[in-house]
C-alpha cells in the first residue's frame, strides 16, 4: 500500500510541474490526428510541438501517442492522460475567470452560465425580458463546457445555470423550466429533407455529426435510449467543435447532426430541421436552472423572479 501511496505523490508532483502549453500541444494534436496540423493552427513549429509532446511523454514514463505516417492516434494510456489534462485545463480557465472577476465590481451584476442557442428559444426571450425590466444591470454570460461551468459556479462565480440534464451540487437550489424539442439537421438536398418528420429509426445507416460541447452528450444519450439496438444506430462523430461550425460540416454534406429547437434561429442556407419522433409523439429535453441557497446578489432574485412567472412549476427541489 506504502508504494501505491508513492507512486500517486510523484505522479502528482509531476503533474503540478507540466506547463499548461504542453497539455494544450497534446490535446491539440489528439483532436487534430497529426502533429503538423496542431503545430499549424497553434501557429508554433511541428519540432516545438513534437518535443513538446516527446517531454511529457518522458516526465511520466508512457507513451501517449502512437505514431505512423497516416498521422498519430492516443494509446489506451494516453487517451486517459487526455480525458485529464482537458479537465486541468478547464479549471484553470476557471481559476483565471476568478482571478478577473475579484477585481471586477458585483454589485448590479448577473453572471449567467449556459449550454444552449441564444438564437431563439426560451433563454434568449428571458434575457430580453429580463434587460427590458433592470437595463441597469450588467449581464456576464458564460458559455463553456459542462465541467468549467460546474467549477466555476462551485466557486460562486456564476450566479445560475441554464443546463439540460441535471447537475448535483452540494448548497444548491434547482427550478425546472422548459422542454426543447429535438430536431435533425440536414442538407438540404438529403433524402429526408423530403419528409416533414423524421423518426429515430430513420436514422439508421446515417452519419450523426454531434459535438462535444452540452447539449451533445445529453442528445446522445437519448439517441442510445431511443435506438437500444446498436445495429439500429447511426454512426456517431463527435468534435470538439461548436454547434455553428457542426451546422458548416452539415452544408459539406459531411454528416447530418442532432439539435434542440433553440438553435434554429441560427440562419445557415442550404439547411433544413425536422422534428425527429418517435411513436409516442416529439423527443424533448428539460431545461433547468441552478444557483446556490446563499447567494444573496439581488440581480440573481430578480431573474429567478422573471424565470418563475414565464415557467411557473409546482415544485422547486434543493
Not at 502528482?12 to 494534436?29: D, K
Not at 429533407?193 to 452519419?207: K, P, S
Not at 452528450?217 to 437519448?222: C, F, S, V
Not at 454528416?255 to 411513436?279: C, H, K, T, Y
Given at each position: 500500500?506504502?508504494?501505491?501511496?508513492?507512486?500517486?505523490?510523484?505522479?502528482?508532483?509531476?503533474?503540478?510541474?507540466?506547463?499548461?502549453?504542453?497539455?494544450?500541444?497534446?490535446?491539440?494534436?489528439?483532436?487534430?490526428?497529426?502533429?503538423?496540423?496542431?503545430?499549424?493552427?497553434?501557429?508554433?513549429?511541428?519540432?516545438?510541438?513534437?518535443?513538446?509532446?516527446?517531454?511529457?511523454?518522458?516526465?511520466?514514463?508512457?507513451?501517449?501517442?502512437?505514431?505512423?505516417?497516416?498521422?498519430?492516434?492516443?494509446?489506451?494510456?494516453?487517451?486517459?492522460?487526455?480525458?485529464?489534462?482537458?479537465?486541468?485545463?478547464?479549471?484553470?480557465?476557471?481559476?483565471?475567470?476568478?482571478?478577473?472577476?475579484?477585481g471586477?465590481?458585483?454589485?448590479?451584476?448577473?453572471?449567467?452560465?449556459?449550454?444552449?442557442?441564444?438564437?431563439?428559444?426560451?433563454?434568449?426571450?428571458?434575457?430580453?425580458?429580463?434587460?427590458?425590466q433592470?437595463?441597469e444591470?450588467?449581464l456576464?454570460?458564460?458559455?463553456?463546457?459542462?465541467?468549467?461551468?460546474?467549477?466555476?459556479?462551485?466557486?460562486?462565480?456564476?450566479?445560475?445555470?441554464?443546463?439540460?440534464?441535471?447537475?448535483?451540487?452540494?448548497?444548491?437550489?434547482?427550478?425546472?423550466?422548459?422542454?426543447?424539442r429535438?430536431?435533425?439537421?440536414?442538407?438540404?438536398?438529403?433524402?429526408?429533407?423530403?419528409?416533414?418528420?423524421?423518426?429515430?429509426?430513420?436514422?439508421?445507416?446515417?452519419?450523426?455529426i454531434?459535438?462535444?460541447y452540452?447539449?451533445?452528450?445529453?442528445?446522445?444519450?437519448?439517441?442510445?435510449?431511443?435506438?437500444?439496438?446498436?445495429e439500429?444506430?447511426?454512426?456517431?462523430?463527435?468534435?470538439?467543435?461548436?454547434?455553428?461550425v457542426?451546422?458548416s460540416?452539415?452544408?459539406?454534406?459531411?454528416?447530418?447532426?442532432?439539435?434542440?429547437?433553440?438553435?434554429?434561429?441560427?440562419?445557415?442556407?442550404?439547411?433544413?430541421?425536422?422534428?425527429?419522433?418517435?411513436?409516442t409523439?416529439?423527443?424533448?429535453?428539460?431545461?433547468?436552472?441552478?444557483?446556490?441557497?446563499?447567494?444573496?446578489?439581488?440581480?440573481?432574485?430578480?431573474?429567478?423572479?422573471?424565470?418563475?412567472e414565464?415557467?411557473?412549476?409546482?415544485?422547486?427541489?434543493?
Open positions: 500500500m506504502d508504494n501505491v501511496h508513492f507512486a500517486l505523490n510523484s505522479a502528482l508532483t509531476r503533474a503540478r510541474n507540466v506547463p499548461p502549453n504542453q497539455l494544450q500541444h497534446a490535446i491539440a494534436a489528439a483532436d487534430y490526428g497529426s502533429f503538423r496540423r496542431a503545430a499549424e493552427v497553434l501557429s508554433i513549429k511541428q519540432s516545438t510541438l513534437s518535443r513538446s509532446i516527446q517531454l511529457l511523454e518522458h516526465r511520466f514514463g508512457a507513451a501517449i501517442f502512437e505514431r505512423s505516417r497516416g498521422g498519430v492516434r492516443a494509446t489506451s494510456i494516453g487517451r486517459q492522460f487526455l480525458r485529464i489534462a482537458r479537465s486541468i485545463l478547464d479549471q484553470l480557465d476557471a481559476l483565471a475567470t476568478i482571478t478577473h472577476a475579484a471586477q465590481g458585483e454589485a448590479g451584476r448577473l453572471t449567467l452560465g449556459f449550454c444552449t442557442s441564444l438564437t431563439a428559444g426560451n433563454l434568449r426571450a428571458s434575457l430580453l425580458d429580463f434587460r427590458r433592470f437595463p444591470v450588467e456576464s454570460a458564460v458559455e463553456r463546457r459542462r465541467t468549467h461551468l460546474a467549477t466555476t459556479f462551485r466557486n460562486g462565480l456564476i450566479d445560475v445555470l441554464i443546463l439540460t440534464g441535471s447537475m448535483p451540487a452540494p448548497n444548491s437550489n434547482t427550478r425546472p423550466l422548459w422542454n426543447e429535438v430536431l435533425v439537421v440536414l442538407p438540404a438536398d438529403h433524402a429526408l429533407a423530403t419528409r416533414e418528420i423524421v423518426y429515430w429509426t430513420d436514422l439508421r445507416g446515417q452519419t450523426v454531434l459535438s462535444e452540452d447539449p451533445g452528450r445529453e442528445i446522445e444519450d437519448l439517441l442510445v435510449s431511443k435506438l437500444v439496438s446498436p439500429d444506430r447511426p454512426k456517431i462523430e463527435r468534435h470538439d467543435i461548436s454547434r455553428g457542426v451546422k460540416f452539415v452544408t459539406m454534406n459531411f454528416g447530418i447532426s442532432l439539435v434542440l429547437e433553440s438553435d434554429i434561429g441560427a440562419n445557415f442556407s442550404g439547411l433544413v430541421f425536422r422534428e425527429l419522433r418517435d411513436g409523439g416529439p423527443s424533448v429535453l428539460a431545461y433547468s436552472a441552478y444557483w446556490q441557497s446563499d447567494n444573496e446578489n439581488p440581480a440573481l432574485k430578480a431573474f429567478l423572479k422573471i424565470l418563475s414565464r415557467y411557473a412549476s409546482p415544485r422547486l427541489e434543493t
